[in-house]
């Protein structure tokens, strides 16, 4: 049975987080359940902003009225789950964890001990040692600076730094002396050279790690991964376990960064409980990670998905921009109208073929504010302020062929222009010429030379051969059969599984029933089935 509530995700800071963000856009509609990716941020331009299914602005995070603005968010879009994104929140939203329960939201996040752990360079190395976990050795600084026995190159940061800021390789004792003075509240280290490696952990809401995938990283820039590989080494994934297992309290995504040095020793020396910037080659290698919470969120278990991923995928990150010009839309958004069953599938299409994007969502008889992702602002007394917005383009998105004339008429006198649809696995004629506010849906197959009016449906699995004309309004069901040169006239239902022979004519107002085999011509307005068909009565419809 397909969800009918609304199972709407919040994430906080959601900044640069395109990849990650688009990635549970998917995972919603792969699992059928209607919803919204919600973001929030300081700054509308945040690229992710403009890519989340709908955005809110925010105080800074240490502002007192942080946590309740998200509570009211919570409230008010339903938001079931909600996942941080930065360090700098996760001690407030873990200590608020219950208060987001009470709304009805799991805020995905570890316990705060594990917060606690992350944020403090030190309680990260006492965490390591008292555990018996190889990490690399820190220094008291002021002793350090006092001794002449270092061995340098040291290794020295930020004690609750973030995204490699300010942390820096020491070579000498100037540069020492240098570093400790300009890096805010420093923690001298050990060097320890080798291959970088970050593991992504996914704990569920016991405790448990359920997943572990280690990723080389190849190259860094800005404090994240930029070239990565997955990797399927038996040390690297061992250790990663022995630490999941150990970190006690961890829920969700937690990223944690070790060496693997070339005498083949594994060094841990972060802890991040968040998903990482290079997370995404985690999720693209296999390990769906949104989806697996999701579920478990959902009382659901993913079964065993401790080695659910593939080694030796590289990740190539690159630039990409979203361009946000005020007071202005985007030439190719649109309008659809119509939010029942059939509006489902053509939302399907058109999302799937990528041709268009959807502004609008619009039908009378809708009580809720959004269809799918999609507001839902009215129905037809709101057409014009749509079109007023810049939405120059639609599709009437109704079964009903008399209904869809209707209004296909009455959008095209206000202005839009009705677009034609066309799944993209569709097999449609290079000179096949089909009418706006059609739709040709999965599977379906046009053949050469034939012509298809206005609003029509090819449905799924349909197969049109060449030299057919198909008049306005016409309703092709699934995998219905026309040979060549058929005509159908306006307004005219061919059901589900019909064949009709070379040369036939369907006339106006017709319904020709499901499974028919027609033979002969069928005039106008009646309703013929049987095989052979033949007419049964007048369609009065």
């Known amino acids: 049975m397909r969800n009918t509530e609304e199972y709407n995700i919040l994430f906080t800071s959601v900044g640069r987080r395109v990849s990650l963000i688009r990635h549970f856009q998917k995972t919603l509609k792969d699992l059928q359940l209607p919803g919204k990716v919600i973001g929030v941020d300081v700054s509308e331009k945040s690229p992710a902003f403009h890519i989340v299914d709908k955005a809110y ?56 001990n594990v917060i606690e752990i992350a944020s403090n360079k030190y309680k990260t190395y006492g965490f390591f040692v008292s555990n018996n976990i190889d990490t690399p050795k820190v220094f008291n600084l002021d002793l350090a600076l006092e001794s002449d026995d270092l061995q340098f190159p040291l290794f020295i940061k930020p004690l609750d730094g973030n995204a490699s800021k300010g942390t820096f390789t020491v070579r000498n004792r100037d540069e020492l002396d240098f570093f400790s003075n300009y890096v805010q509240r420093p923690i001298l280290q050990e060097y320890v050279s080798g291959t970088e490696h970050t593991l992504d952990i996914l704990f569920d809401f016991q405790g448990q790690v359920r997943c572990v995938v280690p990723r080389k990283r190849l190259e860094v820039r800005a404090g994240e991964v930029s070239k990565g590989q997955t990797v399927d080494d038996a040390t690297v994934l061992d250790a990663g376990w022995h630490v999941g297992d150990l970190l006690k309290g961890g829920r969700g995504c937690v990223n944690v960064q070790c060496f693997l040095t070339n005498d083949g020793r594994v060094k841990f020396v972060e802890i991040n409980p968040r998903f990482g910037g290079g997370t995404p080659l985690a999720l693209q290698a296999g390990a769906d990670f949104p989806r697996w919470i999701i579920q478990m969120a959902r009382g659901e278990d993913p079964g065993d998905i401790s080695r659910a991923f593939q080694k030796d995928l590289i990740m190539l990150r690159y630039d990409d921009a979203v361009f946000v010009e005020p007071g202005r839309t985007n030439e190719e958004d649109m309008m659809v109208f119509g939010a029942g069953g059939h509006g489902k599938v053509v939302i399907d299409a058109i999302e799937q073929e990528g041709q ?47 209904v869809r004339s209707k209004y296909g008429a009455m959008l095209e006198e206000i202005g839009f222009n009705l677009i034609t649809v066309k799944h993209p696995t569709a097999v449609v004629s290079s000179n096949v010429n089909i009418g706006g506010g059609t739709v040709v849906f999965a599977d379906a197959i046009v053949n050469s030379g034939t012509h298809i009016g206005k609003n029509c449906i090819i449905n799924t699995g349909a197969l049109i051969e060449h030299d057919n004309v198909i008049g306005e309004n016409v309703h092709i069901s699934p995998k219905a059969v026309l040979g060549g040169d058929v005509r159908v006239g306006d307004n005219s239902h061919i059901g589900i599984g019909a064949t009709i022979i070379n040369s036939i004519t369907i006339g106006k107002n017709t319904i020709i029933g499901a499974g028919a085999v027609v033979t002969k011509d069928i005039p106008d307005d009646v309703v013929a089935y049987g095989i052979p068909a033949r007419v049964i009565r007048p369609n009065k419809s």
């Open 356 to 402: 268009h994007r959807i502004a609008y969502v619009l039908d009378d008889n809708v009580p809720q504010d959004y269809f799918f992702k999609y507001p839902v602002p009215g129905g037809m007394e709101t057409v014009k302020d749509v079109f007023d917005k810049g939405i120059k383009k639609a599709i009437v998105s109704v079964g009903d062929g008399s």
């Open 57 to 112: 602005t925010i105080c800074e995070i240490d502002d007192k009225a942080y946590i309740p603005s998200l509570l009211d968010i919570c409230k008010k879009e339903n938001i079931k789950l909600l996942f941080p994104l930065i360090d700098t929140d996760l001690m407030k939203l873990s200590k608020s964890r219950q208060a987001f329960e009470a709304v009805g939201t799991n805020a995905v996040i570890s316990e705060t």
